[in-house]
């Protein structure tokens, strides 16, 4: 009876000890947060940069310092990271802020994400953050003409090239043509740029315009690509000679000497409408040019503006020069007017068009008189001048007099007297 009462009071007494004595409890983890950066953020693709992670103990009194990895992956994962994509808070570091570092090598060309996962440790909690790179494709841009010398009252065809080797990507951006020096030229409307892939990644885009030199001289011709998020600029140059105006006169010019166009991304806009002239103009015994406009594009565009006709003529000029005798006898002593040349711009005339994609017109332009001396006075009836509108668009035309016996020489009314 004395041994089951010592065996039950032991039983209580070792039950008492248990529910009395508290268990040890978890101690929480600290809070952390995780923020990624990479220097440099922008590079050529293939170039590596260095991303750097960062954790920082967030409580206002820290159990002590972050320890252990953070694991970094890529959006997209066109890339690699050294040290298998993760990296170890050194063992020495102390303080709040660690840090830890490796190097990721982009394969494409764009914007990429790079996140950092923070596992934590015995006292700190994970957590993540990222930072952004930019990944830039090198292009290189070509330009070339068809003809290195011509006269000035004549154009050429030019055709800049941008290629890029390696991105699968259509560059956006655009192309702007310019001319050293950066008067006596003008540059048509270039035309659509379309982007051709290449089998093994990467392509190249053709873009086309004119280019008319208005005096002679020496011209350095440019083809600059503006680059995009994730192409380089890259530039093309071209040299020109222009010679002296034949007879007739050369093309006449307008302001400016640039020429833009945007490159078209995948599934981009249309390109804009194209207006096309025709390349003759029959003169009627009216004195109007029957001038053959017409309109091609996608739907949604149109061809709006004002055509001009013009041509440029050398003109004998008299220059008096002042006498440097003095007295009485100064008028005796004048000497001779000297002769010397110089360019005019005739203006024909200019017509108002809009028409839609797919529509021709035949306009009616009632030509000038300066105009009409001239074409009275050329050679077979035919005189080559140049149609042009503000927005760099040229072409040349050829006007037509009307046959012997239908147009008589236009002159100057001679005033009666009285």
Known sequence: MTRLRVIGLLTLATAAGALGTA??????????????????????????????????????????????????????????????????????????????????????????????????????????????????????????????????????????????????????????????????????????????????????????VTFAPTSAGNYTLSAAYSGDSSHSASTGTFGLTATTTPANGGPGSHPGTTGTLTVPVSNGPPPPATLAVARNAKVSGKHRAALKLSCSGAAGTSCVGKLTLATVVRVKVKVKTKSTSKGKHSKKHQPKPTTTTKLVTTIFGSVKYDLAPGRSHTFAVKLSNKGLRLLAGARRGKLKVTAYAANFFTSNVTLLAPKHGKHKKHKKKKKKKK
């Open 23 to 208: 268990a040890p409890a978890s101690a929480a983890l600290d809070g952390t947060t995780t923020t990624v950066a990479c220097s440099p953020a922008s590079d050529a693709t293939g170039a590596a940069s260095t991303c750097t992670a960062t954790v920082t103990d967030t409580e206002p009194t820290p159990q002590g310092t972050p320890t252990g990895q953070v694991e970094f992956t890529a959006a997209p994962s066109s890339g690699t990271f050294s040290g298998g994509g993760a990296c170890t808070i050194p063992v020495s570091a102390t303080g709040e802020a660690v840090s830890c570092q490796l190097t990721f090598t982009p394969s494409a060309g764009g914007g990429y994400t790079i996140s950092g996962a923070y596992s934590g440790d015995t006292t700190h909690g994970a957590s993540g953050g990222s930072g952004a790179l930019t990944a830039v494709d090198p292009t290189t841009t070509s330009f070339t003409c068809t003809d290195s010398t011509l006269q000035i009252d004549s154009s050429t065809d030019c055709t800049a090239t941008l290629s890029d080797a390696s991105s699968p990507q259509a560059p956006g951006g655009s192309v702007t043509f310019s001319s050293s020096p950066t008067t006596g030229g003008t540059f048509g409307s270039p035309g659509a740029c379309s982007w051709q892939a290449s089998g093994s990644g990467g392509g190249s885009a053709t873009c086309e």
